[in-house]
């Protein structure tokens, strides 16, 4: 009798672990590459829906797909009824009269370490390669890029995490710090030299682990990680999507500052990236919490929490529930995957979001739809507490398995 109760539990456990991660899979954004992620060619697969009955749909690029299970493969069809999409396991075939793609796709957070690195090669040796996705070669920054490319090559083999600890000094940056904590985080560190009196911009820091050498200025350290970011900045605005709202790279570095403090997960950042693009394109305002509590204290102490109402009306440029539009400036240092989302939004219809408690976010087209996900969220939270207090075991009815499209 007890073998059973147990083998019931675990079996609802493992039901519920599988359902939970399927849910938390749609929609998902898929970076689809050619060959081995050297071209630049570059497809955005955003799958919207998918149900147990072999439908949903799906976005490739800015083109909606209905998508149909058929003999273990997912076909698309578009408006065009000879235009199909061909998803099977982790590949992409995409069809369009007499022309045919294939590549190999990856959740948006795997996808971005080929593609990054790829990019980040010396644009003077890249630009005969580079496709219709880098189509204004001629923009200013672009051509700063290109012209510093080779001391930007050399900044980046000199901040290498391939150095041993021996004879380097690490610096580690979350991402999202802001500018006053990474100063103060530079200043603090042992074995270099000098002292940094000033702060840079909020978003001019590059992010992530970095070594220099033993007695390094410190300024000179602050110096080359602006010069990372501005190659970071300058990659991203160059691969970036040709339907993109954004106007500049500044508008882009804004935005991906806002995305990089409304979450941690890099494969629910083009997601969001793209119902900050839709509002744009509508003319809503953002309503980015984030940026409220950036207002509060200009970047000079972190707040670690949701605004209160009074704190959402309080006016000021960066508040976004006032501001229509992006903020006066950006209010992190973001990580290269959110300047690359905040370039590459996936096409969406999504208007809103709001976390699903449990580490990701649930996505709607409608107001009605976004009321529900915070009711979701409620009754989650609720649920949680009274567990936690009562120590009671809850049983939970689970919705039939669904398939899943690509790994």
Not at 332 to 348: D, I, K, M, W, Y
């Amino acid at each position: 009798m007890l073998r059973t109760f147990i083998a019931i539990i675990l079996s609802v456990l493992v039901s519920q672990t599988s359902a939970e991660s399927f849910s938390n899979s749609i929609p998902k954004v898929l970076s689809c590459v050619k060959g081995d992620a050297d071209d630049f060619t570059l497809h955005l697969v955003t799958l919207i829906e998918q149900n147990d009955e072999g439908t949903g749909e799906a976005f490739v690029n800015n083109r909606f797909f209905k998508l149909v299970l058929d003999d273990g493969i997912w076909l698309g069809t578009g408006k065009k009824g000879t235009e199909f999409l061909i998803l099977q396991d982790d590949k992409i075939k995409i069809i369009t009269g007499k022309t045919t793609w294939e590549g190999v796709c990856f959740r948006s957070d795997d996808a971005l370490t080929p593609l990054v690195k790829t990019v980040s090669q010396p644009l003077s040796l890249k630009i005969e390669n580079l496709t219709k996705e880098l189509h204004k070669l001629k923009s200013e920054l672009a051509l700063i890029e290109i012209e510093n490319s080779r001391l930007i090559d050399k900044i980046e083999d000199n901040i290498s995490d391939k150095q041993t600890y021996q004879d380097k000094v690490e610096i580690f940056l979350e991402n999202g710090m802001t500018s006053n904590a990474i100063v103060a985080k530079i200043n603090s560190t042992k074995n270099l030299t000098g002292n940094i009196d000033f702060v840079p911009e909020e978003g001019s820091l590059a992010t992530g682990k970095m070594f220099f050498k033993i007695g390094q200025d410190r300024e000179k350290v602050l110096s080359k990680i602006m010069l990372l970011q501005r190659a970071n900045i300058g990659r991203a605005w160059l691969m970036r999507s040709r339907n993109t709202i954004l106007k500049s790279p500044r508008e882009l570095l804004i935005l991906a500052s806002i995305l990089e403090k409304e979450t941690v997960n890099d494969s629910e950042k083009q997601l969001i990236s793209s119902v900050f693009h839709n509002r744009l394109s509508k003319g809503m305002k953002l309503q980015a919490d984030p940026t409220v509590l950036y207002g509060l204290t200009m970047g000079k102490d972190v707040i670690a929490r949701s605004p209160t109402k009074a704190e959402i009306k309080e006016k000021n440029p960066y508040n976004t529930y006032f501001v229509k539009g992006l903020p006066i400036a950006p209010i992190s240092n973001p990580s290269v995957a959110s300047l690359f989302a905040a370039a590459r939004p996936s096409q969406t219809e999504f208007l809103f979001f709001v976390s699903n408690g449990n580490g990701g976010h649930r996505f709607s087209k409608t107001y009605d739809g976004h009321k529900k996900g915070i009711e979701i969220l409620l009754t989650r939270k609720r649920e949680q507490r009274k567990s936690t207090k009562s120590g009671a075991m809850t049983y939970i009815k689970l919705p039939p398995s669904k398939p899943v499209l690509l790994k």
